[in-house]
């Protein structure tokens, strides 16, 4: 994969029903993105990247759902 691609699940990856990378690029069509705009992305799919592997890390430590 190259280094400023996305990686399939972060691409995938839904808050609310709503595809986040997706919705913000929808959001945005028909206009010239900034450089500004073009980091914020990025930011964005760094953001998710680390909500995912936290999310992971949580559902390694607990053993079993709901928390009794």
Request: net charge negative.
């Given at each position: 994969m190259l280094p400023w691609a996305?990686?399939?699940e972060v691409w995938e990856?839904?808050?609310g029903?709503?595809?986040v990378l997706g919705k913000w690029l929808k959001d945005r069509?028909?206009?010239t993105l900034?450089?500004?705009d073009i980091q914020h992305y990025q930011r964005v799919a760094v953001a998710l990247e680390r909500t995912m592997a936290l999310m992971a890390q949580i559902d390694e430590r607990i053993e079993e759902w709901p928390i009794a």
């Amino acid at each position: 994969m190259l280094p400023w691609a996305i990686a399939p699940e972060v691409w995938e990856f839904q808050v609310g029903g709503y595809q986040v990378l997706g919705k913000w690029l929808k959001d945005r069509k028909g206009r010239t993105l900034s450089y500004e705009d073009i980091q914020h992305y990025q930011r964005v799919a760094v953001a998710l990247e680390r909500t995912m592997a936290l999310m992971a890390q949580i559902d390694e430590r607990i053993e079993e759902w709901p928390i009794a």
